[in-house]
């Protein structure tokens, strides 16, 4: 049965290597920048292939010479078509872009790992001035309980005084009491 269609998804051999070809127009796109550029010097070739493939599916499902050319002729204006058109601009435009915010965000990326880089490298002053705190607050908390324990020793021996106090002053009543009896 004749659809029409040749296809054309099966590798083609250029210079001895195997180049898969898209399924369809729209899966161009999913070419990588790099090689859009270079569809434009293939179209000779493509034409010629698709020459032969149609000589071959001619033979194959026994299209007239008629039929053949015909679609020979529709290749060749499609071809032309795509030759006057500006190959891809769009696509190159969105590439453009893209390679652009791709370098916008690259330079962001540096610019983060400078900064990073740079914090980590006052790592170890900082960690260093902790350690100086960390020492001159332990040498605070030691002088802290120090001054707290002489304050409860100041305490006890307040205490003690006081009570030494309260004796002498029991001691001093009872006497002055028996004297001025």
């Given at each position: 049965?004749?659809?029409?269609?040749?296809?054309?998804?099966?590798?083609?051999s250029i210079s001895g290597s195997a180049l898969p070809l898209?399924?369809?127009?729209?899966?161009?796109?999913?070419?990588?920048?790099s090689h859009l550029s270079l569809l434009p010097c293939f179209t000779v070739?493509?034409?010629s292939e698709i020459n032969n493939k149609m000589l071959y599916y001619g033979e194959e499902h026994e299209l007239s010479p008629k039929?053949?050319?015909?679609?020979?002729?529709?290749?060749?204006?499609?071809?032309?078509?795509?030759?006057r058109r500006?190959?891809?601009?769009?696509?190159?435009?969105l590439v453009g872009e893209e390679a652009d915010e791709a370098h916008e965000l690259l330079s962001q990326?540096?610019?983060?790992?400078?900064?990073?880089?740079?914090?980590r490298t006052l790592f170890p002053v900082v960690l260093e001035q902790l350690d100086d705190y960390n020492a001159k607050l332990s040498d605070l908390q030691e002088a802290l309980n120090q001054a707290l324990n002489h304050v409860r020793d100041a305490e006890d021996m307040n205490r003690a005084t006081a009570a030494r106090q309260r004796d002498h002053e029991v001691?001093?009543?009872?006497t002055t009491n028996a004297f001025q009896a």
């Open positions: 049965m004749n659809t029409g269609v040749l296809p054309l998804n099966k590798p083609l898209p399924t369809s127009p729209c899966s161009l796109t999913f070419l990588v920048p070739f493509f034409l039929e053949v050319s015909e679609k020979l002729v529709l290749a060749q204006k499609m071809l032309e078509e795509i030759r500006q190959p891809f601009l769009t696509q190159r435009e990326a540096e610019s983060w790992q400078r900064l990073h880089n740079e914090t001691q001093w009543t009872s």
